[in-house]
Nanobody, 114 residues
Framework: QVQVVESGGGLVQAGGSLRLSCAAS????????MGWYRQAPGKQRELVAR???????TYADSVKGRFTVSRDNAKNTVYLQMNSLKSEDTAVYYC????????WGQGTQVTVSS
């Protein structure tokens, strides 16, 4: 049973930083890509950032220049460094592992107070 588990969410003031972690129970190199998604109340889940097996990154326009996705294959962990946080970044953040199958974490809440 593949599991991906997020951690690192919390409450932060606008302009602050948080780092989210996503730990997988199997080698993350077995997946084509690892992604971070978020869902705010009343809104659809959206892609925030993605990193491929070859470490090619993709970002939503709303987070470019503020968020950085990275991976540590030795630790089977993907990170999302979030800087200059805004109130509109408030959401539940989900980790996604995509390969032959797709796996989701349970989510971690990020709340940015203005």
């Amino acid at each position: 049973q593949v599991q991906v588990v997020e951690s690192g969410g919390g409450l932060v003031q606008a302009g602050g930083s948080l780092r989210l972690s996503c730990a997988a129970s199997v080698s993350i190199s077995s997946f084509d890509a690892m992604g971070w998604y978020r869902q705010a109340p009343g809104k659809q889940r959206e892609l925030v950032a993605r990193i491929s097996r070859a470490a090619i990154t993709t970002y939503a326009d709303s987070v470019k220049g503020r968020f950085t996705v990275s991976r540590d294959n030795a630790k089977n962990t993907v990170y999302l460094q979030m800087n200059s946080l805004k109130s509109e970044d408030t959401a539940v953040y989900y980790c996604n592992a995509r390969g032959i199958s797709e796996y989701w974490g349970q989510g971690t809440q990020v709340t940015v107070s203005s």
